[in-house]
């Protein structure tokens, strides 16, 4: 097992954070079973998920669970009482798809941030069946058969539309959406050969891309990720410029007491910051990360600023 060594002992520190978690009247603090929302089983974020459940319930001595709800999760914990024992691990729809269309809770003023979860290398991939091996080819292909190419993608607003859209945008492209539930049914629906495209993070993918079942062209970081070994970038390959990065992160109701939210916040970073996890997580394609609560709102703030600039300058819409 790669988590018994965080599992065994409760450091000084939380200890230290749980004496003042009292100290603000949350002495009874975890007393009941903690609720971890997130997308569909079996994606990145249910695994993540998982892991921080077992650091939470071995530095808290709580029990803590995954409710799997997809896209409706953070609906759910924007309406829960905010007393710590319903939090959010998602994705940037979380936080960019409230500017594509009317949504029932506002990010940020019905959340509050924990802590950054982790990042991930996002990938575009082919169905083996398409007769391409490169960006540059799949830029060829789609510009001559304009409307015949499908894209596979769950959530509007999630990293595969967003990511598919920029592409599109910035190469005029013609490539069609196919809506999923999720991104896990996406992903089956690109294996299965019912779309040809697809943008997603290496974390749910890189064993079919190894068992040759799929067929990655590119990374879409800046510069080639270590995360995935001899992938070149999207911008390298034939549309320089392109770049898009990938951020997870977990959230509480908003007005939850900042001595809970720090409290959850050191847990999840000690669990996240254990070396077992972090080469169990990266040899998934996954880079963990954790954070203070101030620095993972400043990285929403960010993004949050850097897609409206996007919608905004691309004119990208729900269709």
Known sequence: MLLPRFIRCLSAGT??????????????????????????AGSTNDIVSRIVARGLAAGLGQT??????????????????????S????????????YFR?????PVRDLSPIS??????????????????SVKELM???????????????????????????FKYMTGLDIVRISYKGTAPAVNGL???????????AGSIMAHVRSGRLRALAVTTAERSPLTPGLPTVAESGLPGYEFTSVVGIFAPA?????????LSQEIIKTLKNPDVNEMLFESGVAALGSTPEDFAARVKADIDRWRKVIKDTGIRVE
């Not at 603090?29 to 997308?39: A, C």
């Not at 939090?87 to 409230?98: A, D, E, K, R, T």
């Not at 294996?191 to 993070?201: C, H, I, R, Y």
């Open 255 to 263: 007005k939850t007491p900042p001595a809970i939210v720090n409290l």
């Open 64 to 85: 803590a669970i995954v409710e799997n709800r997809g896209g409706p999760a953070a609906d759910v914990v924007a309406r829960a009482p905010a007393d710590g024992y």
């Open 116 to 133: 950054s979860a982790y990042s991930q290398a996002i990938v575009l991939l082919v169905h083996p069946s398409l007769p391409v091996r």
């Open 140 to 166: 060829a292909l789609a510009k001559a058969r304009p409307g015949e190419l499908n894209y596979s993608a769950g959530t509007v607003a999630a990293t595969p539309y967003l990511a598919m859209e920029l």
């Open 102 to 106: 009317h949504m029932s809770y506002d």
């Open 15 to 40: 200890l230290l954070t749980l004496v003042a978690v009292a100290a603000f009247g949350q002495d009874n603090y975890p007393s009941r079973i903690i609720h971890i929302f997130t997308s569909e």
């Open 191 to 201: 294996l299965a050969g019912e779309v040809q495209v697809m943008f997603t993070g």
């Open 87 to 98: 939090i959010l691990l998602y994705g940037s729809s979380v936080w960019v798809l409230p």
